[in-house]
C-alpha cells in the first residue's frame, strides 16, 4: 500500500499526458444524462464523477449496481453508463453492463490497464487490497471527461504536485482512538469521508464512519466522547464554515478534532489531495495496530475461507 501510494503523482502525471482518450470517451456522454455506477471505493468514485459532470451541466447521478440489478433505478434510452471497478466487472455490474447494452445504452467502463471490457484505463492491477491509486486514477479520469464536455474544475495539471506534497508532508498524527474515528466533509468531499472510514477498515480493521458534515450533525455526533476521534475534511467552498462550527461543537464535548485543509485547488479537485491524507491516515492506523493493510483481513486465521463463500 506504501509503495502504491508513492507511485501516484507518476501515474496521475501519465494520464494527464494521455488527455485524448478521455476526450473521445466523452463523445459518448454528450447530451445524455449520466449515470455512473461502482461498489465500495468506486461507490465514491462515482459520486465524486456525478459532482464532477454536473459541474458541466450534465444531469449525473451515481446508482448502486446491485440495487439497479435487482430491479432499482437504471439506465434507459437516452442515458449513458459508466461502470467504475478497479479489477474488472463485478457480479451486479455486470449484470447492469449487459442491460444497459441491451436496451441500447452507451457504456463506458472505467478500470485497470489491460483489464476485460475496460474502455478508459487508470493504473495497473495494485498488488495491495487497499486500492489507492486506481482510485486516484479513475478520479482523474472522471475530471477529464468532465472538463471534455466544459466543466471547469481548476487546474487540473496541479493536482499531481498537490498530491505529491501531501505525501511528503509529516504525518498529520491523527492516533489510534479507543473506540470510533469519524470523518466528516462538505460537497464532494462528504464521499472523501465515506473512503476514509472505508480505508481505515479494510486496513486496520478499526470501526470508522464517515459522512456529510450535516448528517453528521444531526444524530451521530451526539454519540462522540473522548473515547472517539474527528477528521473534518475542508476542502473549501460554502460547506466550510458549517464543517468549522460542527468541528467545535464536537471538541468541546470532549472529542479529539482533526482538522484537515487544501483548499488551494478549489472544492473540487480538493479530493486529490485530501484522498491522499486519508489514505495514510489508514495505512498509519494499520500500522500502529499491526494489521496487514494489503491482506483485506485474510491474515486473521480462518477469514479467508469465510470470505471466500461469497461471489464479488
Same mark, same amino acid.
Given at each position: 500500500? +506504501?509503495? &502504491?501510494?508513492? +507511485? ?30 461502482? &461498489?465500495?471505493?468506486? $461507490? ?6 456525478? $459532482? ?19 430491479? !432499482?433505478?437504471?439506465?434507459?434510452? !437516452? ?27 452507451? &457504456? ?16 495497473? +492491477? ?5 486500492? &489507492? ?25 496541479? =493536482? ?30 462528504? $464521499? ?7 480505508? =481505515? +477498515? ?54 479529539? =478534532? ?48 469465510? $470470505? ?5
Amino acid at each position: 500500500m +506504501r509503495a &502504491t501510494m508513492a +507511485r501516484q503523482p507518476d501515474e496521475l502525471r501519465r494520464l494527464l499526458a494521455d488527455g485524448g482518450a478521455a476526450e473521445r470517451a466523452a463523445e459518448r456522454l454528450a447530451g445524455r444524462r449520466v449515470l455512473l455506477a461502482g &461498489t465500495g471505493t468506486s $461507490w465514491h468514485a462515482a459520486n465524486h464523477g456525478a $459532482w464532477m459532470l454536473r459541474a458541466a451541466g450534465v444531469e449525473a447521478w451515481a446508482i448502486q449496481p446491485m440495487d439497479a440489478a435487482v430491479g !432499482g433505478v437504471r439506465p434507459d434510452e !437516452g442515458d449513458a453508463l459508466v461502470l467504475l471497478s478497479h479489477t474488472g466487472i463485478k457480479r451486479y455490474s455486470a449484470e447492469l453492463r449487459e442491460a444497459a447494452r441491451a436496451a441500447g445504452v452507451p &457504456t463506458l467502463a472505467i478500470g485497470g490497464i489491460g483489464r476485460p471490457g475496460v474502455d478508459l484505463e487508470t493504473v495497473e +492491477r495494485e498488488r495491495s487490497s487497499a486500492y &489507492t491509486a486506481s482510485h486516484l486514477a479513475a478520479l482523474l479520469r472522471l475530471a477529464q471527461l468532465a472538463g471534455a464536455l466544459g466543466a471547469r474544475l481548476g487546474e487540473l495539471d496541479a =493536482v499531481p504536485d498537490a498530491v505529491a506534497a501531501e505525501l511528503a508532508r509529516p504525518s498529520r498524527g491523527v492516533a489510534v482512538p479507543e473506540r470510533l474515528l469519524e470523518y466528516a466533509g462538505a460537497g464532494t468531499n462528504a $464521499w472523501t469521508a465515506e473512503e476514509g472510514a472505508l480505508k =481505515v +477498515r479494510e486496513t486496520a480493521r478499526l470501526a470508522s464512519e464517515g459522512l456529510m458534515v450535516e448528517q453528521f450533525l444531526h444524530g451521530p455526533a451526539v454519540a462522540l466522547d473522548a473515547r472517539d476521534a474527528l477528521v473534518c475534511l475542508d476542502g473549501g467552498g460554502p460547506g466550510s464554515e458549517r464543517l468549522e462550527e460542527v468541528a467545535a461543537v464536537v471538541e468541546a464535548g470532549g472529542a479529539r =478534532v482533526h482538522r484537515i485543509a487544501a483548499r488551494e485547488l478549489g472544492e473540487q479537485l480538493s479530493i486529490f489531495p485530501l484522498t491522499v491524507a486519508v489514505q495514510r491516515i489508514a495505512l498509519e492506523a494499520a500500522e500502529a495496530l499491526g494489521s496487514d493493510p494489503d491482506a483485506f483481513g485474510y491474515e486473521v486465521p480462518g477469514r479467508r475461507a469465510i $470470505w471466500e463463500r461469497l461471489t464479488l
